[in-house]
């Protein structure tokens, strides 16, 4: 039996974690497997993004340069390492997208993104690109419908690419892509906040921080392009000084620079440039509670309790049963005599009438009724024993 030279993880793909998802992202993107060997090759360039790989898969298989073809070339033969990519169909003819657990899904599409996708941003055209492309419809419609449901894209662009090539057969790639806003979107979301020893392809890690910065300058307009050409300062420096220093109000500042006012009032309230002010702080006190309290406006409480407070038409009046004091507005006092606080103690006055004889039931209906004729005077000698 031959005995393997070198060294390599075979539980490498077994254990989900940040670079196992992206290596296999970039696997169903760059990756081949023929029988027992897993390879990868990119260009001359990107040839640091396969040392690192081979690094955190804890191999010493050599990394193969071609200058011909202008290559790099990483390939591991390991039965047990192939034969554990069989979970995620990647031997078979048709590739399905796999199942990612949520918290590793962005360093799976980012791998893929860094394989067989791009990152475009167009000085000429202004306007940024993200997209992706396959040989397997499904998988893309896949993506697409994961990254939708962590960055709410707006739409996306899937589209069929049919190509003949040298041999005279019809080769068909298909491929989606996102532009503006949502492709902004997804480089926050596949970018943001990595770690020193993540996994990513410095080169268009670089083009995503271009994109950005190219974004930055599209949503400015280009109107502000033009001021901040012409004047050669930033428009945030530039507003300050005029409308800060030389305490130039907005209308003033579009004839200067030649703009509308409404563009003017868009731009500070853009680069948050505020005239400074000097208010004197005024106290005033609450007439509810008496606490002191900066004036704003019109406010004439100190909270909103103490507005609800001043609100109040009716008065506080006690409990018939526990004689605790509770509020009742003044529509209350038309129809009703005894204040009850809780629904235990309108139970406790249920229940006391009942045995004092002053209600009963009526034999039809089961309501109750009367049976005194001066109710008061009587409910008045009740309330005293019922106390007693």
Known sequence: MRRCVYNVDINFFKNWNSKMAYVLGLTFSDGNIYKTTLSWQLQMRDRELLFRIRDVMKSDYPVELSTKKNAARLRISNPSLVESLKQFKLTSDEIKFPHVPTEFLRDFIRG?????????????????????????????EELAKQLNEYVLLTSNNL?????ITKKGKVSVTYSVEWYGTNALNILKFLHDDLKNDDLYLERKYKSQLEARSLYIEIRKGRK????????????????????????????????????????????????????????????????????????????????????????????????????????????????????????????????????????????KTGRFLSNASNLSVQVEGVLGVYSE
């Open 159 to 163: 589209r069929t690419k049919k190509k």
């Open 224 to 363: 502000w392009r033009e001021v901040e050409s012409k004047c050669g300062m930033p428009m945030e420096k530039l507003l300050s000084k005029l409308y800060t220093e030389k305490k130039l109000m907005g209308i003033q500042i579009a004839e200067v620079l030649g703009v509308s006012s409404a563009a003017v009032y868009r731009w500070l309230e853009k680069t948050r440039v505020r005239l400074p002010t000097k208010r004197k702080v005024v106290f005033i006190k609450c007439p509810i509670c008496g606490a002191q309290f900066k004036k704003r406006g019109t406010k004439k409480y100190c909270s909103l309790f103490c507005a609800g407070r001043a609100r109040r038409s009716g008065k506080m009046v006690k409990c018939t049963i526990c004689g605790r004091e509770i509020y009742r507005p003044r529509w209350w006092f038309k129809k009703n005599v005894y204040p009850l606080c809780s629904l235990e103690c309108g139970g406790k006055w249920h229940r006391m009438r009942l045995e004092t004889n002053l209600r009963c039931r009526c034999e």
């Open 112 to 140: 893929f993104l860094d394989g067989d996708g791009w990152i475009i941003a167009n000085t000429r055209k202004h306007e940024i690109c993200v997209g992706f492309a396959s040989r397997d419809h499904g998988f893309l």
